[in-house]
């Protein structure tokens, strides 16, 4: 393509790729900036280290970093292969298939503070779980289930949430493998399972990554549903850049940010990575 | 022992009748070719015995053994698909190991089978790229290798060549032929095209609305159909209807049309007066002859020239190697009695 083409082109891709580049780009520039000391909105503006070796060094921080890891990772994986079967079940039509999947993607239209409000009342002390448990018996008092020390709750309601979008992706993807394709693989002799793993699965891989990266970064910051239902003894990384920054110490704020930001793009490739290996060749 | 046993075999879609009644038994080795026009239920017969579908009724036997309620992937059948179903994300290698490993075959003896499917498919300069890397013929091989390399007690082919452009088709179909005589191989192959179904098979099965219709082998389904739809189906015979005038112990009986007096050397059933009666347009003499016509259409095929005749008001089709005969022109023809088919009228 000579200059003369690519003028045009380039001019129709400014209005969007142009601000989304600049905000973005701006955003990320000024967080990790601050990290290292510049930008300081009291005192002077200077290039310094000592935040982030003063924020790395803190347990609290080592901690969060963990415990983000831990419900991103395991949101992600609890949606997917929760989400997996149904896409399956729902990928001829049937009588009702499609009310069904609605339903199912019912949360997504739910805010979670709103599904997370629900579930405390569902829990509580006096809650409708402990009112059942004890009314056929089971339970001989009410148990304290709120904001368990595992991040049970955050993980349940991380899934709850996220499932019907790893649905919504998995459908397409399973939807687009032809049913002679499958009977093929059962007509050489592969049973239920083998034909997930040799067939199903290598071909459904795109949509499973996406929804795997994409619900991993955001169960990574989670920040709503750890304050309302998860363990009180722990904090995510985006409370505690949140409390970071409420005593005023952006530039710690903006370290453990960039560590947010950071792990989100090694975590995603790394478990992209992982799936593609898996699917494609561990399970044999 | 057949093979394959097929006992009183019915299956309905929510009260539609796609099969009813089907008994069949098809011989070891033997290549046997279900034909019939587009829906008329070849596929559901091919997935029942691939176990894909279950009958509403009615048993299957495959060795002797009773496989109704089997799953496919616990049946020893093999199916070439229409599509070729190939897998889109593994090599050719892969594909045709694919079954093998399904089935725990040693490492050894898939390389034993694999080497020598290829060879005669003339594979082996393909087995590392991906489906999609392939022309259509060679994708085509690949699905039959795949079958292949399983050695199934049965293969079941869907309309193979469908797919393929024609001088291709006739270069597969030759090849299909050949490799389940080498193998001697039990093949049941379901086509809609009665030119494939003639030169490839042992045995044809004339289907029709879920029905067997005849089945004989080529030669006999093409000399002597049984019914006007065998008749017209395979060939395109020309029909006429008429009324028994004589039938004597001796000589060709005389059947009264509206072409005038055909005579036939075939029986007619005792007390029947009204046949409907069957002849191949290759089979009249022009010439010399007691029925004449006027070529209404006429169309050149190279070989021959095929002849659209009227009289009186009758339409029928005859096939000559003359070229030089031009539309308007009357001529006149005979028939052999033997070549004058009479027919069971369909029920
Ligand atoms: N799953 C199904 N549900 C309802 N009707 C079906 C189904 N499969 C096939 N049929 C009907 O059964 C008849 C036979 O179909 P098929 O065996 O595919 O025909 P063929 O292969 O001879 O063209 C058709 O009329 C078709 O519409
Ligand atoms: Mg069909």
Redesign the pocket.
Same mark, same amino acid.
């Given at each position: 393509m000579t200059l003369r083409d690519w003028v045009p082109i380039f001019a129709l891709l400014v209005p969007g790729l142009g601000l989304i580049l600049v905000l973005i780009g701006s955003v990320v520039y000024v967080a990790v900036a601050q990290s290292f000391g510049y930008y300081a909105l009291l005192g002077q503006s200077a290039f310094s280290l000592e935040f982030w070796s003063d924020v790395f060094d803190r347990k609290l921080f080592s901690r969060a970093v963990r415990y983000s890891i831990y419900v991103g990772f395991w949101s992600a994986v609890l949606s997917v292969a929760l989400a997996y079967p149904l896409a399956i079940w729902l990928r001829k039509p049937f009588p009702g298939s499609i009310g069904l999947g609605a339903l199912l993607k019912a949360p997504l239209l739910v805010h979670g503070l709103v599904a997370a409000f629900l579930y405390i009342n569902v829990i509580s002390y006096n809650g409708l779980l402990n009112q059942f448990m004890q009314g056929i018996g089971i339970w001989s008092e009410p148990r304290r289930l709120q904001n368990d020390p595992n991040a049970f709750g955050v993980l349940l309601l991380q899934v709850w949430k996220n499932m019907p979008f790893a649905l919504l992706l998995l459908t397409g993807a399973v939807q687009s493998i032809s049913d002679d394709i499958l009977d093929a693989s059962r007509d050489l002799g592969a049973g239920p399972w083998a034909r997930f793993c040799k067939i199903i699965a290598p071909l459904s891989i795109s949509g499973m990554q996406a929804a795997m990266v994409i619900i991993f970064i955001g169960a990574l910051a989670d920040f709503t549903f750890q304050t309302t239902v998860g363990p009180t003894n722990r904090q995510s990384m985006a409370q505690l850049m949140v409390s970071f920054k409420s005593r005023g110490d952006w530039h710690s704020a903006a370290v453990v940010g960039v560590s947010l930001m950071t792990i989100a793009l090694l975590g995603s490739a790394l478990l992209a990575f992982t799936s593609r290996v898996i699917m494609r060749g561990g399970l044999r | 022992m057949a093979a394959i046993g097929i006992r009183g075999l019915s299956k309905s879609?929510?009260g539609?009748q796609?099969l009813s009644e089907f008994s069949l038994e098809v011989n070891q080795g033997e290549f046997l070719t279900l034909l &019939?026009p587009? &829906?008329? &239920?070849?596929?559901? +017969?091919l997935k029942i015995i691939s176990g894909f579908l279950e009958p509403s009724t009615g048993t299957i036997t495959i060795g002797g053994e009773d496989v109704t309620h089997v799953p496919p992937e616990r049946r020893d059948t093999a199916l070439c698909f229409q599509s070729y179903a190939l897998f889109p994300h593994l090599t050719v290698l892969q594909n045709l190991e694919f079954g093998l490993k399904q089935k725990r075959v040693s490492r050894d003896q898939r390389e034993v089978r694999i080497s020598e499917v290829a060879a005669k498919l003339e594979l082996e300069t393909q087995l590392e790229k991906l489906p999609n890397q392939l022309s259509g013929g060679q994708q085509q091989r690949v699905s039959l290798g795949r079958a292949l390399v399983m050695r199934p007690s049965v293969i079941l082919f869907d309309e193979p060549l469908s797919n393929l452009d024609a001088k291709l088709r006739d270069q597969v179909r030759v090849e299909i032929s050949r490799i389940q005589r080498d193998y001697s191989l039990t093949a049941i192959y379901?086509t809609?095209d009665q030119s494939e179904a003639l030169a490839m098979s042992d045995r044809i099965v004339v +289907?029709n609305g &879920?029905k067997i219709v005849q089945v004989d082998t080529p030669e006999d389904l093409y000399s002597k159909p049984r019914t006007p739809f065998v008749a017209d189906f395979i060939g395109g015979a020309n029909l006429i209807s008429g009324r028994v005038s004589s039938q004597t112990e001796k000589g060709p009986i005389i059947i009264e049309t509206s072409m005038g007096p055909i005579k036939t050397s075939h029986l007619v059933k005792d007390n029947v007066d009204n046949v409907e009666l069957s002849w191949r347009p290759e089979r009249a003499k022009i010439g010399e002859g007691p029925h004449c016509g006027t070529i209404v259409h006429r169309a050149f095929q190279g070989q021959f020239t095929d002849l659209i005749l009227e009289q009186n008001d009758i339409i029928f089709r005859i096939r000559t190697n003359n070229d030089k005969l031009r539309v308007g022109e009357v001529i006149n023809f005979s028939l052999s009695p033997d070549d004058v088919v009479v027919l069971e009228v369909d029920k």
């Open positions: - | 879609f929510d539609f796609a &019939g587009s &829906g008329c &239920g070849k596929t559901t +017969l379901v809609h +289907l &879920g």
